[in-house]
């Protein structure tokens, strides 16, 4: 008996998958020397591609078939055969299949023949992963549906999203031999350059710095022939306004929507299908396995790509997580979407502050977290700001220093409150934070009268209250129109308003700011860029939806921020973290940690 380590499915989720917790590498005992049926082999497992449908075969109501809980993962993976009972699988033979993502296997003839599973000849001496790359499945795919289904004419513009992906960087490079003008759009500068000065894409957008819509405008004014889609949702809708008529695209994944569109949250509802019938355009998805995928172009895929890798005019490339015990955390890194990443390695720990103020939970809280249910302020006056300040600055002072600050909501405010703060009032001294990553952030507020707008109108702060004159300050108290919305705090500027809205929905009566009014004064005063000159002169990352209630709150905190420091993810979705948008985030964040060098 040997101990045969497993990356083993332990928990259904919909979230992005967390290692320990939804996945696991566990260890069972397992016979070598055990009995094999007929048909039968036993295998050592050398390599296992990590591909991003998997993800969605974790969900509560996969659209592939599930994972069996608390058994090993399966997937494409690279083999050598230690003992067989099969003759056209010999001992000593590599083999290319369906296995458990284990150390050790045994694999009937039925799995055989359902895994499709083959033997590898690699008489040229590639490195083994390039079998599982450009030589596998995601190659393979690249190569069928391009010519199946996408049908390449020589001049024509081709487009393809998460260009620098397994699929994308391989189909990408067929097309630049067939004489398109290749297109891509990936999520950073370093897969931009990699793809043009590498593999000759003739142009690749960030999708983080401009939109696909203005990537597309930009680079394919005339439209786009052949769209290879890997993203879906957004990107799909953007594509479909720049097809051209009998236009093609190849429906590959959606990675985008792999979290979403079973599970509890719905999917981007794409609004430009209508494109296809106009245009005349053809859509088609594939499996690999199709029998006029794979097993038609399988052979002239291998030969091809094989002479080409060999000669040196096409490259695969792929990220290799090393040792099975490093597979659940490797699993997140997809080794798909982190071609040709750096190799330093970041690590992070984090304190998480609570606010100091007692409130009612936002809609949906209380059926999942039982409370206690804590915020910064229930209302932003100068007093609340300078309590949450003060709490923020004695945890600094207790387990600080800190590098960076990361706030969602109410507590992006606050920070961003805190820098710009300390911008005004210590501007000799080091940045308070040297970066900072703000997600659904309402625009901050000011502890001093000095700053930002008085919004004490707009709060329903009575205006017979006993409140200091603001003569001596000469503040602007005209709050931007696009700020002021029924459903917000800031809801016009009338001596009629009967309430004003605290966090989130927490409504704050008339009676209840003069009760407050007997014990202290009230002031709100909002820092915007209209009215403040100051910025935050650090590395700051922006991610905000286009359906969150503070969206245009979130846009103008940008306008506090330096642009030429400043990141922005904008999705399509609400007021929540986008946790499908994990990988995006951390690359971001990583961006920001790297110019400031604290790693």
Excluded at 2 to 25: C, M, W, Y
Excluded at 163 to 178: D, I, P, T
Excluded at 506 to 523: C, G, M
């Amino acid at each position: 008996m040997v101990a045969n380590k497993s990356l083993t499915f332990k928990r259904v989720h919909e979230t992005p998958t967390v290692a320990g917790q939804d996945i696991a590498v566990e260890s069972r005992e397992f016979d070598l020397d055990q009995e094999l049926p007929s048909g039968s082999i036993l295998v050592q497992v050398l390599y296992v591609s990590f591909d991003p449908f998997m993800k969605g075969r974790m969900v509560e109501k996969p659209v592939m078939g599930p994972y069996k809980l608390n058994e090993p993962i399966p997937n494409t993976a690279l083999a050598k055969i230690l003992r067989s009972n099969n003759e056209a699988f010999p001992v000593g033979a590599l083999v290319r299949g369906e296995f458990p993502i284990s150390q050790y296997a045994v694999t009937t003839a039925e799995e055989l023949h359902a895994g499709w599973a083959h033997l590898i000849q690699n008489s040229l001496d590639f490195p083994l992963e390039t079998f599982l790359a450009a030589l596998g499945m995601p190659g393979l795919a690249a190569y069928a549906s391009l010519y199946e289904i996408g049908k390449p004419k020589r001049g024509e513009t081709f487009y393809v999203s998460a260009a620098a992906g397994a699929v994308g960087h391989v189909v990408g490079q067929l097309a630049k031999r067939e004489g398109l003008r290749v297109i891509g759009s990936v999520g950073s500068d370093e897969k931009a350059d990699y793809l043009v000065n590498e593999l000759g894409f003739d142009a690749v957008f960030n999708y983080k710095k401009e939109t696909v819509d203005e990537g597309l405008a930009r680079l394919a004014p005339d439209g786009i022939d052949i769209y290879y889609d890997n993203v879906g949702g957004e990107t799909l809708d953007a594509a479909l306004l720049r097809m051209k008529t009998y236009g093609r695209i190849v429906a590959c994944g959606a990675i985008s929507q792999y979290t979403r569109v079973q599970g509890p949250y719905t999917g981007y509802g794409v609004t430009n299908l209508f494109n296809i019938t106009v245009k005349r355009v053809i859509m088609a998805g594939y499996i690999v396995s199709d029998s006029n995928m794979g097993p038609k172009y399988g052979a002239e895929h291998m030969q091809n790509l094989s002479k080409w890798i060999a000669e040196g005019s096409f490259k695969s490339k792929s990220t290799v997580v090393d040792g099975i015990d490093n597979s659940a955390d490797g699993f997140g890194s997809y080794s798909f979407e982190r071609l040709h990443r750096a190799s330093a390695q970041y690590y992070y720990e984090f304190t998480f502050i609570d606010g100091p103020t007692t409130c009612q939970p936002a809609p949906g809280i209380a059926s999942v977290y039982p409370g206690p249910y804590l915020c910064w302020y229930r209302t932003p006056t100068t007093k609340s700001v300078t309590r949450a300040h003060n709490r923020v600055r004695s945890i600094m002072a207790e387990k600080g220093p800190f590098e960076g600050v990361m706030g969602f909501s109410q507590g992006a405010a606050v920070a961003a409150s805190m820098i710009l703060h300390h911008e005004l009032e210590s501007p000799w001294a080091p940045p308070l934070f040297r970066f900072a990553v703000f997600i659904g952030s309402p625009l901050p507020f000011s502890h001093s009268l000095k700053y930002g707008i008085d919004t004490r109108a707009y709060f329903g702060v009575p205006h017979n209250l006993n409140c200091r004159p603001f003569t001596d300050y000469k503040r602007p108290s005209k709050v931007p129109g696009h700020l002021i919305t029924p459903d917000r705090y800031l809801k016009g500027n009338s001596d009629d308003d009967d309430e004003g809205q605290g966090r989130d929905g927490e409504v704050s009566t008339n009676e209840t700011l003069k009760q407050i009014a007997a014990d202290e004064e009230i002031y709100y005063q909002m820092f915007h860029s209209t009215a403040d000159e100051v910025r935050m002169k650090i590395p700051t990352v922006h991610i905000f939806g286009r359906q969150d209630p503070w969206y245009l709150h979130s846009k103008d905190v940008l306008q506090l921020a330096c642009p030429e420091q400043a990141s922005v993810l904008e999705h399509c979705y609400g007021h929540e973290v986008p946790r499908h948008l994990s990988e995006e985030i951390c690359d971001l964040i990583e961006s920001a940690v790297a110019s400031v060098e604290c790693y």
